[in-house]
Structure formats: C-alpha cells, structure tokens
Nanobody, 124 residues
Framework: QVQLVESGGGLVQAGGSLRLSCATSGLTSTRAPMGWFRQAPGKEREFVAALSYRTYYSESVKGRFSISRDRAKDTVDLQMNSLKPEDTAVYYC????????????????????WGQGTQVTVSS
C-alpha cells in the first residue's frame, strides 16, 4: 500500500522560506515520478513542481522553488524561497508508479497516489 505524508507547512511572512517534505512508503521504485501540486481556496488544483529523470516547474515558481529527492530517507522535498502571498494554498504530494515518456508530469490525472496535503500560508 502506497502512502504519502506531507509535512513542513505553516505560516510565514512574504519573502520567507519553507521546506515541505513528502514521506513515501510502499512505492516499488526509488525513482518513482513525484510531483507537488497546490490548491488555493476557490481555485483548481495546480501543478507546482515534479521530479523524474529531470525536474519540472510551473512558471509561477521557477527560480524560487526547488524539488529534490532523498533516497536514503524516502522523501521528496520542496524548498520554497521568496514566498509570496499568492503561494498560499494547501500543498499536495503526488506519485505515480512508473515513468511515462509521453507524460508531461504537470496534470493531476497523471498521478496515481496523493497525500493528504499541508497548509502553507504566506502573510503580506
């Protein structure tokens, strides 16, 4: 059974930093494609970043956020710097069991497993 558990969310002032972590268990591959999405109140879930054989970032976070994998800890982290109020959302970790060479890694439908989410609030 695959489980994804996010942690690291919280309240931070604009310009600050947070590091989210997604603890994984049950995935058959240590190279399983992983992604981070977010959903703000009243908005649809949107892609933030993903990691497979390379990294992927949305334009809104490129240069500020960084996704990385720690195989020893079985975690996928999202380092978020220069946070803005518009980054406020519930952040979700997602995984798929194998890499799809035709996939974009940027659509929620491409992922099979999801965490419960962690709240990030950026005050102005």
């Amino acid at each position: 059974q695959v489980q994804l558990v996010e942690s690291g969310g919280g309240l931070v002032q604009a310009g600050g930093s947070l590091r989210l972590s997604c603890a994984t268990s049950g995935l058959t591959s240590t190279r399983a494609p992983m992604g981070w999405f977010r959903q703000a109140p009243g908005k649809e879930r949107e892609f933030v970043a993903a990691l497979s054989y390379r990294t992927y970032y949305s334009e809104s976070v490129k240069g500020r956020f960084s996704i990385s994998r720690d195989r020893a800890k079985d975690t996928v982290d999202l380092q978020m710097n220069s946070l803005k109020p518009e980054d406020t959302a519930v952040y979700y970790c997602a995984a798929r069991s194998s890499f799809d060479p035709l996939g974009t890694m940027q659509y929620s439908e491409e992922y099979e497993y999801w965490g419960q989410g962690t709240q990030v609030t950026v005050s102005s």
